[in-house]
């Protein structure tokens, strides 16, 4: 071609066709070649932030390190299709990007970080030190190895990490929760109330004569809906879990022995005893105490003499560990049942203790737990099989084998619904929902058309859940002989509470006008009762939740009512008379840690979000499928 080209181009007119060949050639290329080679140069970059790049080869050394790591945890290799279903990519995707947008910032703010500044912030990394506290340059280039990082790239992201934090900390640092959050709940988790009440039972109160049969018929024609016949589905359901597993799986007597020696302290019941201690004003008055203590004047007789009650004196039967003054523990701990302690200097005050009783430690021995540690040890096993065996059965449908064929070869539980509704009960109205998977499955299931191969349903921290819909049997009006009595009970139910609510409305009506409590219920018949001071999370007495909630939502020295019963149709009316809150101080340390932790975290995600926003995040989907293998290269 390139000889016929030369050739034709030696006279005058072939130069003229030979450049117009070139000419068309060249607009050719313009319009459909060229342009994708400059194209392509985008193409090597997961996702832009601004102006900053997440190269393909950086993703991917990422994306390979987490899946490295999970495997490390789960003490086996992750498929693709497992780093899938636990979401590495976009978790990943979804820092890098952040981070992305910060260091962008950083470079508008030039902020910057010393050698020595990230030298000693490598130093200091408590994962690099050994005994001692000392820095050991061989664990941190065995972190690096198992990395897949040299020393100059993780330098390099130490340094930009620091930068962040100098961000971070710019906007969040020092956040500190307000003092009205704090006040507020302060108020919501000691605020205590007490109520005046009388509880109004439905069978005094809501006796119903049964329904006619044309007033049960206008009723069924007014609700016919509630009684419609549910849509059924008839499914078969694969089970993979770690019970599932656990039985086939051999724990040897050494595998035992060495589970048993590493989990020793789970089988140790700690030793107990019975304590009680007498506490004095001064240290003077303990030692002349504790000096007259002997064979005939006994611990008894001088809580006796010192007007002590029992209450005064016990601890209760306390572990070590549950005795919270050290010094105490140290004494009670090293007595003799029986024997009075010396003077002991506890934070309340000089104390003198005694140990009633003594329970000595129990270990239970490997032959009495062997049972338990085997099981316990299968379904550990099974846990970690779990995602090997759910490629199997991947394998096994993806070569057309039906359900039931896979869970006969595979050994897996297997099991045939004849009908099931959407709520998870079948056509006796028994719950079955959760023993297929729970509420996420049955949802699936009632997601999906019948006979279509479904994707597998994951259950958090369970396993999966396979099934194929057999048949459905379509949703359809009942008539009013199939549900009678549905619809009688329901009917008498609704009159019931008709009437309760009725009932309890005027009471309170007429205790909100101004009647004493006292009166009203008089009047009805009824037994006033007080209430002990509860929490707005606690229960009143023995009383329905709905009551401990409906007083915390009425105002003081006003009435309300409320459902109680096991069947929600007695009554509760009540008056608050008491409302207190203990004064503010402050909040326990761990409180106003996660106050101030979660502001900082919402104020910085704000900012990340709006930094993203105001730079513009652009993602190669492309790349990243054929990085994670969602798609074909």
Do not use: C
């Amino acid at each position: 071609m390139l000889t016929v080209l030369r050739n034709a181009s030696q006279g005058w007119l072939g130069r003229i066709i030979v450049g117009v060949i070139l000419a068309l050639l060249t607009v050719a290329f313009a319009i459909w070649g060229i342009s994708d080679v400059f194209r392509g140069f985008g193409r090597a970059s997961v996702a832009t932030i601004g102006t900053v790049e997440i190269t393909e080869e950086r993703f991917r050394n990422e994306y390979d390190r987490e899946r490295q790591e999970l495997s490390r945890r789960i003490g086996r290799q992750v498929t693709t299709e497992q780093a899938r279903l636990f979401g590495i990519a976009e978790n990943l995707l979804s820092r890098m990007t952040a981070e992305a947008a910060m260091d962008q910032r950083a470079r508008e703010l030039v902020l910057g970080m010393s050698d020595e500044a990230v030298a000693r912030s490598v130093v200091d990394d408590p994962n690099y030190r050994v005994a001692g506290g000392r820095f050991d340059a061989g664990a941190f280039r065995e972190w690096l190895r198992q990395n897949g990082m040299t020393e100059q790239t993780y330098i390099a992201q130490r340094r930009q990490l620091l930068i962040r934090r100098q961000i971070a900390e710019g906007l969040a640092g020092r956040i500190d929760s307000p003092r009205v959050m704090e006040e507020a709940i302060h108020r919501f988790q000691t605020e205590r109330r007490v109520i005046q009440y009388a509880t109004v039972p439905a069978e005094r109160f809501a006796t119903v004569d049964a329904p006619s049969e044309d007033v049960l018929r206008t009723y069924f024609d007014i609700t016919r809906s509630a009684f419609r016949a549910p849509e059924y589905r008839q499914v078969n359901v694969l089970v993979l879990n770690a019970e599932a597993l656990a039985g086939r799986i051999n724990v040897s007597d050494q595998d035992l022995a060495q589970a048993y020696e590493a989990r020793r302290s789970t089988y140790v019941t700690a030793e107990r005893r019975t304590l009680r201690q007498i506490t004095f004003q001064d240290r003077a008055a303990a030692t002349a105490a504790r000096e007259r203590l002997n064979a005939n004047f006994t611990f008894d007789q001088l809580a006796a003499e010192l007007g002590r009650s029992p209450a005064d004196l016990s601890l209760g039967t306390l572990t070590a560990v549950e005795v919270l003054d050290p010094e105490v523990r140290a004494a009670a701990f090293s007595l003799g049942a029986g024997v009075p302690s010396g003077v002991v200097s506890s934070r309340f005050g000089p104390v003198i203790v005694i140990a009633d009783a003594i329970e000595a430690e129990k270990v239970r021995t490997l032959a009495e737990v062997s049972a338990e540690l085997r099981a316990a040890l299968q379904l550990e096993r099974g846990q970690r099989e779990i995602l090997d065996m759910h490629d199997k059965v991947e394998d096994e449908r993806a070569s057309g084998s039906r359900l039931a064929e896979v869970a006969r070869k595979l050994e897996l539980p297997f099991v045939e619904v004849a009908a099931l509704d959407s709520s998870g009960r079948n056509m006796a109205g028994e719950a079955i929902g959760q023993t297929l998977g729970g509420n996420e499955v049955v949802a699936a299931i009632f997601r999906n058309a019948e006979g279509f191969d479904a994707d597998p349903v994951q259950v958090r921290g369970q396993g999966f859940i396979w099934f194929d819909v057999q048949r459905i049997t379509p949703s359809r009006e009942r008539s009013l002989d199939e549900v009678r009595q549905q619809v009688v009970e329901r009917w008498t139910n609704d009159q019931r509470a008709n009437r309760m609510n009725g009932f309890a409305r005027e009471l309170v009506t007429r205790i909100n006008a101004g009647r004493p409590i006292a009166e009203v219920v008089a009047e009805a018949g009824l037994s006033l009762l007080q209430s002990e001071p509860f929490a707005r999370s606690g229960q009143v007495g023995d009383l329905g939740a709905g009551v401990g909630e409906a007083a915390f939502a009425t105002a003081k020295d006003r009435a309300g009512s409320a459902n109680t019963g096991a069947d929600g149709l007695d009554r509760v009316v009540f008056v608050v008379i008491s409302s207190e809150v203990p004064p503010f101080t402050a909040l326990e340390d761990r409180i106003t840690q996660d106050l101030d932790r979660t502001y900082g975290d919402d104020i910085l995600g704000q900012y990340v979000a709006r930094l993203e926003r105001d730079l513009g995040v652009t993602v190669n989907r492309a790349i990243v499928n054929r990085i994670t293998g969602a798609t074909a290269p």
